[in-house]
């Protein structure tokens, strides 16, 4: 791991250089950036702006000194809420500007005066809005600094203002900073009872924009595995107990049924669902409570809305998982709509990773729908795919894993493939990137090109050794 420093000493380093070898303040900060970096330091931490300290005369950083404002105002006994409100709006956007701005407040008490300000204005629906909503941009990207009592006040706020749709969507904003690579944190929230509050305001609040969306952010974060300090996560119970135990997929679905006009809000729910469509019975409920009618008919009305069509495959994908449920989709349209939609947004490798990987989903074991994806041209829409972004990993991994699924049970589609010329686009693949070496290797042998298989592992050696 990379070494760090604290702020005082590149400061120092920063006012040595003006003092002692005259150089301008930019020049400085240049400099004490190449000394450090140069032996091995990581600097993410450090706020790179002139700061010559804290004695009469001298400046300090912006951060610091919003925070320091902030602090001074809510000791007083009755702070001018005008003041407060500016107050909270200077220290949030210095906490915006980047993550080292936020590293120096938490290192200079900024979590306890943040949470002192929650605590003081726990009565106050609008005040208490503001706050949370700078904690939540305060506390981006630095998990660790939440402890049980903030947690445990976050969901009693949920609890105490379920009608404040505002108030709720800025405490979920703040709970998903805190969720996300945690998770611990995680795993508390759920024990708190974060997901009966999840529920409630979908149910209460499910068109409203900000509550549905940032709601859908929390959902989603609880089905992570992205904290790579724990051998194993729950994102597979997580998922389970917010569709089993807490009606996630009605809310869900009466939420993107309420807000089929707002396309960015559709895609949030749609991207939500396909995260808890993580078993077979789960795919098909979605189908039976109307979900398939609902994405393919926003998708046909915003097919050229770019993050719509993305996680809308995405959702077809996911629930594509089920059998069943993949036949249906080529049945109404879905699987035309796929393609119509990489077509679009060609030039677009989130789209078309995600149109690769739907179009795989619905040819895996499935004979009658590669015939339907052959006859709509979705081999050629894949190779396009592919040979527009040659220099993605990820859309050469799923269009090699969609070819491979065309043909390995319908070899009569070999032939056609390869005039494409998919043999050639996939060597090249294989060429660029290792990790699409399996993946290349299958789909060439499936369409009845050579490979060579090397044998790894022949059983023979000196035996087992004690």
Not at 90 to 119: I, P, W
Not at 270 to 297: K, P
Request: negative net charge; contains cysteine.
């Amino acid at each position: 791991m990379a070494k760090q420093i604290t702020q005082e000493t590149f400061d120092a380093v920063v006012k040595e250089n003006m003092e002692e070898f005259d150089m301008e303040g930019e020049e400085a900060v240049q400099d004490a950036v190449q000394q450090f970096e140069s032996q091995g330091v990581n600097l993410s931490n450090i706020v790179k702006t002139l700061n010559l300290g804290s004695t009469p005369g001298e400046t300090e950083h912006a951060v610091l000194q919003a925070l320091s404002d902030l602090s001074t105002l809510l000791t007083s006994d009755s702070p001018d809420p005008e003041k407060l409100t500016s107050a909270l709006q200077a220290f949030q956007e210095e906490c915006t500007v980047s993550f080292s701005h936020r590293s120096l407040a938490a290192s200079t008490d900024g979590y306890k005066v943040m949470f002192s300000a929650c605590n003081k204005f726990c009565d106050d629906t609008n005040m208490l809005c503001r706050c949370i909503e700078t904690l939540a941009a305060f506390i981006d990207g630095q998990p660790d600094l939440i402890n049980e009592a903030g947690m445990q006040f976050l969901i009693q706020t949920l609890t105490k203002f379920p009608e404040d749709a505002s108030l709720q969507a800025s405490t979920f904003k703040a709970i998903y900073a805190t969720c996300l690579k945690h998770e611990t944190n995680r795993q508390a929230y759920i024990e708190h009872g974060l997901l009966p509050c999840l529920t409630k305001a979908l149910e209460t609040h499910g068109t409203h924009k900000d509550v549905v969306k940032s709601a859908c952010a929390v959902m989603r974060v609880m089905t992570f595995d992205d904290d790579i300090r724990v051998p194993f996560g729950k994102a597979h119970e997580h998922a389970k107990m917010m569709v089993m135990e807490n009606k996630a997929l009605e809310t869900l679905l009466a939420s993107l049924a309420a807000c089929t006009g707002d396309t960015g809000t559709t895609a949030d729910v749609c991207l939500t669902l396909s995260r808890l469509a993580v078993r077979n019975e789960f795919c098909q409920a979605i189908v039976d409570l109307g979900g398939l009618d609902l994405v393919l008919n926003a998708m046909r009305e915003n097919v050229r809305h770019q993050a719509l069509a993305s996680r809308g495959i995405s959702l077809l994908k996911a629930i594509a998982g089920n059998d069943d449920v993949k036949t249906k989709i080529v049945q109404a349209g879905g699987m035309e709509l796929i393609i119509t939609a990489l077509n679009i947004h060609i030039g677009v490798a989130q789209v078309c990773e995600e149109g690769c990987a739907a179009l795989c989903a619905l040819a895996l074991r499935n004979t009658d729908n590669v015939k339907a994806i052959m006859a709509a041209n979705g081999a050629e829409t894949v190779v396009q795919a592919m040979k527009v972004h040659m220099d993605k990993a990820s859309v050469q991994q799923q269009g090699c894993m969609a070819i491979r699924n065309l043909v390995s049970r319908s070899r009569e589609f070999a032939d056609p493939i390869l005039e494409l010329g998919a043999e050639a686009v996939i060597n090249e693949a294989r060429l660029r990137h290792k990790d699409v070496e399996d993946a290349g290797k299958a789909a060439i042998r499936d369409l009845g090109g050579q490979v060579e298989l090397k044998e790894l592992w022949k059983g023979e050696g000196r035996g087992i050794t004690r």
